[in-house]
């Protein structure tokens, strides 16, 4: 903070200054962090290690009783257990069956919509609509589509008055998965056409003097210019379909015969309705890993595969 | 003329038609072009013939690469017919016209490293694999790109996608080249430097090449013949050296040459020993074929134009002026000067003639030889000669 030029006298209290004008500034510093730091301390910090120390201790039985510390064993036993893998492997089809779909729809309803006809913004409009949706009116309006008594794709499929799509445990995931397709849609194809109309029109163009078809030119220029959109799209997909919960609460409720609970569904069961918080803290942390791990992976791939225009 | 020995033979792919049957001729009828209410071509009429180098030149936005569109089949013709060699390709897709495009930006595929660009209009034909790495190596070779084959696009410089953006048209052998305004991405020395081996690679390929450019001396220097087009309307085709000496009329005579050719508003006045044009400042004696011209047209209000360069300073000169700017440019100076009515002229002189001082009062003579005359309404050139 000394300025050229300035007078300066040997023995001046300078150092010393500066010394305490810098711890005020720290001072002031955690003063204006102060409000967040509370905040994240108290929603984050606190229930992150809360959680991960949870993990050792066994919810007594009955409430009221001292929790038991088991250190790894209860990890061990819940990450092994056939509820855990059924879980996670209902949590790992629920995401193979949505996020691939989900891109693939969207990049069709994209190039159709990117075609150059009149009217095509009222499609344009209509394709993007789901992304003004909500997961709880995604859900109603699949909830009653799917109805066994009023539902039209019941009627539709001949099995209005049996049993109800949703509690067939072979196709209530499937449907859960076709509800949460339609109501991502929107932001799927809104990605995607952005990217379309990124693509120059030049290169299309070269292509085509160059003697490529509508084909060769979508599969060797389009979607090659496409695909860092196409593995954001999947990054999200996936970390969203690894959280998805509300869809699953409000039409299955994770049943029939726990065909549809994913992880998060399971956690929530045994945070809020068993009140087992050191299984529901182990499944967090799985959770998490699971998360994180992707993530890790993913960008590892895209940073290796996908091309980056300059 | 297509098969020059030492130049890759064109692929068996490829749609070609025998070499040296006039199978690189491109033919345009009635051409017109509209968005809308907006016409970007009128009623175009030209003959390309095979081998040869057409120079599309004109204003920006004036029509020309519309022009080149609709002869790659980018773009449809409201009304017209093109034919390709002896094909109207009208309904003909541009993977099956067989005419290659290098664009303004070069349009490199930039997933793709430098092999694959080349390669791609190949493999769009199937031509097999031997063969393709083949004429990739080959036309590499010939444009030097060879140690740059596995990069991509963004790790090139502006010429060397220029190149590669050559070595991918030329690689098939099409039929014919068109090319939009291929070097004005190029820094000036290095648009000079293309421009000679463009003209360079026309000569050893021996294909048609319509080329389109706003810049004026690329056109000289490169075209066999120069199509001027300004307003969708083509104005004069011609070789470029008889485009520069007899222009079809104003906006050709004002487009090419640099600086400008000076025009002035005028009367024709036959009144006195010889027919002339009174012009502010003076009267400008006529040359015997357009005396004889004008003979008759006393009062007739025309314009009229001389070349700097067939403009010079003279005691006795029959128009006078004032010395408003002198431009020297080492090899030459440029001497503009007022007339009366507050236009401009310029006069060139090579850079060992005298110039006069700025703001001294001179006469002007101009050429007589070289004076053109132009039509005050339709701007249409007034010659006693046909145009060539």
């Known amino acids: 903070m000394s300025f050229v030029g300035e ?225 954001f799209a999947t990054v999200i997909g996936l970390i969203s379909a690894f959280q998805a919960f509300g869809q699953i609460d409000l039409l299955t409720e994770g049943g029939p015969l726990n065909k549809t609970r994913v992880l998060t569904y399971y956690l929530y069961q045994a945070a809020f309705r068993s009140n087992n918080d050191g299984l529901a803290a182990v499944l967090a942390i799985s959770l998490f890993a699971i998360t994180l791990g992707l993530t890790l992976l993913q960008l590892r791939l895209i940073e290796r595969r996908v091309f980056y225009a300059r | 003329m297509r098969s020059v020995a030492a130049e890759p033979s064109a692929p068996s792919a490829g749609a070609s038609g025998a070499p040296g049957t006039g199978a690189g001729r491109v033919t345009l009828r009635g051409v017109t072009k509209r968005f809308g209410k907006v016409t970007a071509v009128s009623d175009v009429d030209l003959d390309v013939d095979d081998g040869e180098f057409l120079v599309l030149l004109g204003p920006s936005g004036c029509g020309k690469s519309t022009l080149l569109r609709l002869i790659a089949g980018l773009e449809d013709p409201t009304e017209g017919t093109i034919t390709i060699g002896d094909d109207v390709v009208d309904d003909v897709e541009p993977k099956d016209r067989d005419v290659a495009m290098v664009f303004q930006t070069y349009a490199l595929y930039p997933h793709m490293s430098v092999a694959a660009n080349i390669e791609f209009p190949l493999r769009s034909r199937h031509v097999d694999h031997g063969e393709r790495t083949r004429l990739v190596h080959e036309v590499a070779t010939s444009l030097g790109l060879n140690g740059l084959l596995d990069r991509r696009p963004a790790a090139l410089s502006g010429g060397q996608r220029q190149r590669v953006a050559l070595a991918r048209a030329i690689v098939r052998r099409p039929l014919v080249f068109l090319m939009d305004e291929p070097l004005s991405n190029l820094d000036a020395k290095l648009r000079v430097q293309t421009r000679a081996e463009l003209i360079d690679l026309h000569h050893r390929l021996g294909t048609t ?102 403009l010079a300073f003279g005691a006795d000169g029959p128009v006078a002026a004032t010395v408003t700017l002198v431009e020297s440019l080492g090899h030459e100076r440029l001497v503009v000067c007022g007339v009366g009515g507050g236009e401009l002229v310029i006069v060139r002189l090579d850079s060992d003639e005298d110039v006069p001082a700025v703001g001294s009062a001179v006469r002007i003579t101009a050429a007589v030889e070289h004076v053109h005359l132009f039509d005050s309404v339709t701007s249409a050139r007034l010659d006693g000669a046909p145009v060539p």
């Open chain 1, 7 to 231: 007078e300066r006298r040997p023995g001046t209290r300078r150092p010393r200054t500066r010394r305490r004008r810098r711890r005020r500034e720290i001072g002031l510093a955690f003063l204006l962090l102060s409000p967040s730091l509370v905040v994240f301390g108290v929603f984050v910090f606190y229930p992150l290690v809360k959680t991960f120390s949870l993990m050792f201790y066994k919810t007594p039985p009955f409430p009221g009783l001292p929790s038991r510390y088991v250190g790894f064993d209860q990890i061990r036993d819940v990450l092994t257990s056939s509820d855990f893998l059924e879980s996670l492997r209902t949590t790992v089809l629920f995401a193979l069956y949505t996020v691939p779909t989900g891109i693939a729809l969207g990049l069709l309803l994209a190039v159709v919509a990117h075609q150059r006809l009149r009217g095509i913004a009222v499609f344009r409009t209509i394709f993007s609509s789901t992304v003004a949706t909500s997961v709880a009116v995604a859900s109603v309006i699949f909830f009653t589509l799917l109805n066994p008594q009023v539902g039209l794709v019941s009627y539709w499929l001949g099995r209005e008055g049996g049993t109800g799509i949703l509690q067939d445990p072979r196709w209530a995931l499937p449907a859960v998965s076709i509800a949460t397709v339609w109501q991502t849609l929107g932001l799927t194809f809104i990605l995607m056409s952005a990217a379309l109309q990124a693509v120059p029109d030049e290169l299309l163009e070269a292509a085509a003097v160059d003697g490529a078809g509508a084909w060769t030119r979508f599969r060797r220029v389009t979607l090659p210019l496409l695909s860092p959109t196409i593995f």
């Open chain 2, 209 to 310: 090449v319509i080329y389109v450019t706003h810049d004026q001396v690329e056109a000289m220097t490169m075209g066999d013949r120069i199509t001027v087009i300004t307003d969708g309307v083509v104005q004069q085709t011609g070789r470029p050296q008889d485009v520069y000496d007899h222009p079809a009329n104003l906006f050709v005579a004002r487009f090419i040459g640099s600086p400008p050719m000076n025009t002035l508003a005028g009367t024709v006045a036959t009144d006195g020993d010889a027919p002339a044009i009174v012009v502010p400042g003076g009267r400008i004696p006529l040359p015997a074929s357009l005396a004889a011209l004008m003979a008759g047209h006393h009062g007739r209000d025309v314009t009229i134009g001389v070349r700097p360069e067939h």
